[in-house]
RNA sequence: GCCGAUGUGGUGGAAUGGCAGACACAGUAGACUCAAAAUCUACCGCAGCAAUGUGUGCGGGUUCAAGUCCCGCCAUCGGCACCA
């Protein structure tokens, strides 16, 4: 036997898989589907790091043990290759994002097919490409045609040193999601995606599906939908009311003040009338300054600003109360205005004792001369709610006597909000709407799509938030599709997440020209049936593209309401130190150069065999090692092959529980505790001294996912007949799982006093006898009284005494 | 602050309430070698010569039996963050 050249090795089965077209879904509909997804990679100049690698590795395995299950498997791979980090090379180095692009997708693919994942090749999708992105236009002017796209005039999330506008999700904590920057808030008129209209549905949509529960949670927090009422204040002074939402509405009666956003509308519209006005605006000014840091870290210290000269009214009460002006108050969130209930709201208790506002307990419980009271209780001091215990109950009441007075009703709110769909840059899929004078916002027709991006000389960002294509004369100016006067087309591109929001559809059916897939092709594929990726994409992708979804589900042109039946999510591969890997700590793993030095199935292997696949494991070169040496274990094992065509008795009921084992594990993505109980038959061979014919195969079917160019060669090389690629998945046999005997463990009092191998079968009182004739047994029970006798069978028998 | 997760040898990590530390890494000793690497064999939680004791973040509890279940803390990580 030769020593084993895994670069050689290697090649030779990429090779034939290549030729061969081993890992193409098949068109064959007739078979049971298997559709696999991983999150396609954005092609970034640097290549794949190995986390790539892990994420992608746990399908891998799935999409190859389900093939050799009789599966019609579908495992694609593609680029979400639109996206800042191109645009700012193409600028840095005055090339073309597109020849960028181009050279970072081949660079990636070259990584991919040296790992020897079974991706199938023929279904790769590129989101920059014409046929590919015709279709995102073609959907967002489904979505334009259907009320779901909008321009609105707010205040926006942007990013001052991208030059972007960010959706909320792009911006959470503060920073920006590409450069990391702080955001600053601006009014602007930007593209809306009304994703709120589909809050409800996305909701109860995660109740069918099988997801992580953290990745369900998240989801729902991100929504974070909450029920309450809405209530019209009246204004004293005016015949206005100032509307507001609260989740307690049972705590009416000890409204005693009210506050509005610095930015409410409400100033704006009576600021002759307001007194104080110069100090309000000095105020608004003021925190819009503040950014959003700073905001988070006066939580404790609460500011504003009385309205002098409007005055509320309680509804319920009558009592007139006077209304602030406050920056913990969120024009974005219900209807920018709150009604303050100081003894039962930790933030209004903070804002009363500064301003010395009355404070009425409604709900006993608590202390308020101490602080606010937000548990259950009593209702006090409320009129006919008074002596109810149960909140629900209060707040029925509530609603009812607010329906009577006409001033309030039951509602819902949510903490998504509209996606800002836009971004002010060159490299992304230009928005298909036309500006026209009389007609307005007009779609571009569907015949014309794509609406392709114009060749540009400059790709740099315009100084004022303007996309570069507004600097080209020749792709603004045009003429209305409507009435055909001169037009201006709209400028800005859509964001990165745009792409990515259908890609799964696409996969079905790569190459139609017609629809963005054929009806046919996506009712024999979807749903996807085992979707995997990162914990960041669970509030952005995730929720981004079953929107998508749920929306093409609405108008019947998918067959399913959630795209993905199933989802889970890979931890980090974090540096050698400890820490996440990156650039600038210089602690990145290249692939290729674990590839080069131990082989793709030494990598593989090694990805799945660190530690659990759901959480971060730091990088270790060593125990690298320790699965390249594993893989030459196995590949000296064929010098050890009889010629029996059967188990031996040695092995028999180790072959069944590892091949159980190993099965069982894949499903529930424990990788690592497949790959140790491999490694234990393995050594359990070596030391039988001798392995039989099929207890080798067998043993190379279920490493063949794992380590699928080895097996491949010692199948082959062994002549077991045919590729491994296309051989049957192995079966086992619960009855030869066990063996005929068992070792138990002679407790007393619960400390072991001996070992002793027994027949599997014997039952509790067997065991018990036999553990009393045991010498040590016997000495630790001399002089003693028995108190109970516990034997469980298989494990261990333990006798209390006294 | 709220929500969630995690805490086990020198390291990565295993353990349907039933022998804690599988599997691997590192380490120690030995074999092979002129030598080294590779490979193979043995040992390998801590304390102790040993018998033995002790041990899964800390403090309680349930149980014949707790890493695992319950109560109360601490620490680390992740998400959200004045959401009314």
């Known amino acids: 036997m030769k020593n084993y050249d895994f670069a050689e090795v290697e090649a030779k089965w990429q ?18 589907k298997y559709y ?69 997708i081949e660079l990636f693919t070259s990584q991919l097919k040296k790992v020897g994942f079974s991706f199938d090749w023929s279904r790769v999708i590129d989101t920059t490409e014409e046929g590919y992105y015709k279709w995102t236009q073609w959907i967002f002017l489904k979505m334009f045609e259907n009320g779901l796209v909008f321009r609105d005039k707010t205040l926006v999330n942007y990013c001052p040193s991208c030059k972007v506008v960010l959706s909320n999700e792009d911006s959470q904590g503060g920073k920006c999601d590409i450069c990391h920057s702080d955001i600053v808030q601006r009014t602007k008129e930007v593209w809306y995606l009304r994703i709120t209209e589909y809050a409800d549905k996305l909701l109860e949509g995660l109740e069918t599906v099988n997801y992580l529960p953290n990745v369900k949670l ?27 939402y609260t989740t307690r509405p049972d705590t009416l009666y000890g409204v ?20 104080n006005i110069d100090a309000l605006d000095a105020y608004k000014a003021e925190c819009a300054k503040k950014s959003e840091f700073e905001r988070t870290q006066l939580v404790k210290d609460k500011t504003g600003v009385k309205i002098e000269g409007l005055t509320a009214v309680n509804p319920i009460t009558k009592k007139e109360i006077p209304v602030y002006i406050s920056d913990y108050v969120m024009m974005g969130y219900g209807t920018g205005a709150i009604m303050a209930v100081p003894a039962h709201d930790e933030r209004d208790y903070e804002f009363a004792k500064k301003f010395g506002i009355d404070i009425i307990e409604v709900i006993k419980g608590g202390d308020i001369s101490k602080a606010a009271y937000t548990g259950d209780g009593e209702m006090v001091n409320s009129g006919v709610l008074n002596g109810i215990t149960n909140k629900k109950d209060a707040i029925a009441k509530m609603l009812d006597e607010l329906a009577k007075l006409g001033c309030g009703e039951a509602g819902v709110q949510y903490k998504m909000k509209d ?19 009389t007609c307005g916002m007009v779609a571009v027709p569907y015949d014309e799509l794509p609406l392709k991006l114009p060749p540009v000389e400059n790709f740099e960002p315009g100084t004022d938030g303007e996309s570069p294509l507004a600097k ?36 079905c059916d790569p190459h139609n020209d017609k629809e963005f897939a054929s009806k046919e092709a996506l009712e024999y594929w979807m749903p996807v049936d085992w979707y995997n990726g990162g914990m960041e994409h669970v509030t952005r992708h995730m929720i981004y593209s079953r929107f998508w979804h749920k929306f093409l589900y609405d108008l019947g042109l998918v067959n399913t309401s959630e795209p993905y039946a199933k989802r889970t999510a890979q931890g980090l591969i974090l540096g050698t130190d400890g820490e996440k890997m990156s650039k600038s700590r210089g602690n990145v793993v290249d692939p290729n150069d674990v590839v080069k030095q131990y082989g793709a199935d030494v990598l593989r292997l090694y990805v799945l065999f660190m530690g659990d696949y759901e959480k971060a494991a730091p990088w270790s070169e060593n125990s690298v090692k320790g699965c390249k040496r594993f893989v030459d274990r196995v590949w000296g094992l064929q010098d050890k092959l009889t010629d029996s065509d059967d188990y031996s008795d040695a092995l028999r009921s180790n072959m069944h529980k590892t091949i159980k084992k190993v099965s069982e594990d894949i499903e529930a993505m424990k990788f690592n505790t497949a ?5 234990t038959l393995l050594n359990d061979m070596y030391n039988a001294g001798s392995v039989t014919k099929r207890e080798f195969r067998d043993f190379l079917i ?87 006798e516990i034997a469980v069978p298989g494990k261990l028998v333990n006798i209390v005494v006294k």
């Open 419 to 437: 996606w800002a769909f836009n971004r002010q840059r060159y490299w992304g899929e230009p928005i298909p709407i036309v500006h026209c004078d």
């Open 256 to 275: 005693t003040f009210m506050v509005i956003a610095p930015e409410h509308p409400i100033i704006q519209k009576y600021r002759d009338q307001i007194t």
């Open 36 to 104: 696999n997804l991983v999150e396609f990679p954005y092609p970034s100049g640097h290549g794949m790091h190995v986390g790539h690698i892990k994420a992608y590795s746990g399908l891998e395995v799935v999409s190859r043990k389900r093939r050799l299950q009789g599966y019609n498997v579908l495992f694609p791979i593609g680029f979400d290759a639109y996206g800042l980090p191109t645009e700012n090379t193409a600028i840095k180095d005055n090339i073309h994002p597109r020849v960028v692009t181009d050279r970072n």
């Open 218 to 244: 998240q989801q729902q927090n991100w929504i974070g939908k909450s029920t309450g009422a809405f209530v019209n204040f009246k204004i004293k002074e005016f015949d206005e009311s100032l509307r507001i």
């Open 472 to 507: 080209i004369e020749s792709f603004v100016k045009c003429s209305c599709p409507k009435c055909g006067k001169p037009a201006r087309r709209e400028t800005d591109t859509m964001p990165q997440w745009a792409g990515s929001s259908w890609y799964f559809l696409r996969y």
């Open 702 to 788: 279920i490493l063949y996912p794992f380590a699928p160019h080895i097996t491949e060669e010692l199948y082959e090389a062994c002549g077991f007949g045919g590729v491994l690629s296309e051989q049957e998945w192995v079966s086992w046999d619960e009855a030869l799982c066990v063996d005929a005997t068992v070792e138990i463990v002679c407790q007393i009092n619960g400390k072991i006093k001996c070992k002793l191998n027994i027949p599997k079968d014997s039952s509790k009182d067997e065991m018990i006898a036999l553990a009393k004739e045991q010498a040590e047994i016997a000495e630790a029970m001399a002089g003693k009284s028995v108190v109970k």
């Open 15 to 32: 090779k034939y898989w290549d030729e061969h077209g081993t890992f193409k879904a098949s068109d064959d509909h007739s078979k049971p």
């Open 675 to 679: 790959i140790a109980a491999m490694m």
